[in-house]
């Protein structure tokens, strides 16, 4: 099947990062200028030993007019440590969360949310880096239009779970709700379609109005009915 997509179809390849030795102010800077909210850290060629996120600065400022002593008890301590670091070497996280451009959009989405990061740097079989996906990234997939969906439920899944003559199943698409229409010989095989249909990037969700073939739509029987969703 042509789905799912992969992290390389939709990641950003021109990526900023920094080296070990970049200073605080060159951080915030960058990530002013790029405005995105976390950086890639890098060293040699490129291969990524962490990451400096707002979450990772913010520290500084927090602590600012406060006595470190009083959080001691209640802050971990790298948050501390963090308020006093001046370089991405004391500031990153490491090692970083990253993913292989071979990974499904799926599967990205997955480590995003269960690290509950926003963007994830996308790195070679040997650590290096080839760019950043985010969740705006992410969601790219939502805009292929209603044409581009249709065609693939058509040719991807229709055409093998119900084929045609003894099956006559239309594909409509609107603002990315699939709906399959018309008479089929084997009903059980819809929530199977259901289970594909969304795995179809784009999808938002899918609809059925099936029924058994040779028999008037309203009019069951032998144990079969409509299928009006799944």
Do not use: C
């Not at 002593?69 to 370089?87: E, H, P």
């Not at 992410?138 to 065609?151: G, H, P, S």
């Amino acid at each position: 099947m042509h789905t799912p997509h992969i992290v390389s179809d939709v990641m950003t390849h021109t990526v900023a990062a920094v080296g070990r030795e970049a200073t605080f102010k060159e951080i915030v800077q960058l990530m002013q200028d790029w405005k995105i909210s976390a950086l890639p850290v890098i060293e040699g060629e490129g291969r990524v030993v962490g990451v400096v996120s707002e979450a990772d600065l913010l520290p500084k400022e927090e602590f600012r007019d406060s006595d470190p002593d009083r959080y001691t008890q209640l802050r971990r301590l790298s948050d501390l440590a963090k308020a006093g670091a001046v370089t991405a070497e004391e500031l990153m996280t490491s090692p970083a969360l990253t993913v292989h451009p071979d990974a499904t959009l799926a599967q990205a989405a997955r480590t995003m949310a269960r690290a509950k990061v926003k963007r994830l740097p996308v790195v070679d079989a040997v650590g290096l880096l080839e760019g950043v996906v985010s969740r705006a990234d992410l969601l790219k997939v939502f805009l292929r239009t209603d044409e581009e969906i249709a065609e693939e439920v058509r040719r991807e899944i229709v055409s093998y779970l119900f084929p045609m003559p003894r099956s006559s199943v239309r594909v409509e698409v609107r603002n990315g709700v699939v709906k399959l229409v018309g008479p089929v010989r084997d009903t059980s095989l819809v929530p199977v379609a259901a289970r594909l249909v969304r795995a179809v990037e784009g999808v938002v969700d899918v609809d059925f109005d099936l029924t058994r073939h040779g028999r008037p739509k309203g009019a069951p029987a032998d144990g079969a009915e409509n299928v009006d969703s799944a």
